[in-house]
């Protein structure tokens, strides 16, 4: 989790819209049913919101999706990032959601 620098007058409780969490929600439910996710949680601190994304339940997350806004008149900034680094970083959710594609997947036999 990275931490943004707002200015304090500017800041406020940035949540994801209820079309950005469906389409979030969307695929985190196909990781689900290949069972390769299993627990999200969402969070919202200092001006940012967070969709984490769990393997396991009690583990720390696999996934981070960031929203990011510093001034109300600016486009939100989406970020994905893994334990380690940021994997993604656009203006759009889709290009963010759509990196997960590009990620390995779970196989099983």
């Not at 990275?2 to 469906?22: A, D, H, M, N, W």
């Not at 999200?40 to 997350?61: C, K, M, Q, W």
């Not at 900034?77 to 990196?99: E, K």
Request: hydrophobic share 40%.
């Amino acid at each position: 989790m990275s931490r943004v620098s707002v200015p304090k007058k500017l800041r406020r409780q940035l949540y994801f819209s209820r079309t950005e969490l469906g389409q979030i929600l969307a695929a985190y439910s196909a990781r689900v049913a290949a069972g390769e996710w299993r627990d999200y949680a969402l969070d919202h601190v200092n001006g940012v919101a967070l969709f984490s994304i769990f393997r396991h339940t009690h583990e720390t997350p696999l996934f981070v999706i960031e929203k990011k806004q510093r001034h109300p008149k600016e486009k939100a900034q989406f970020l994905l990032s893994d334990r380690n680094r940021v994997l993604c970083r656009s203006n759009s959710l889709a290009d963010v959601i759509g990196h997960f594609n590009k990620l390995p997947r779970l196989v099983t036999g």
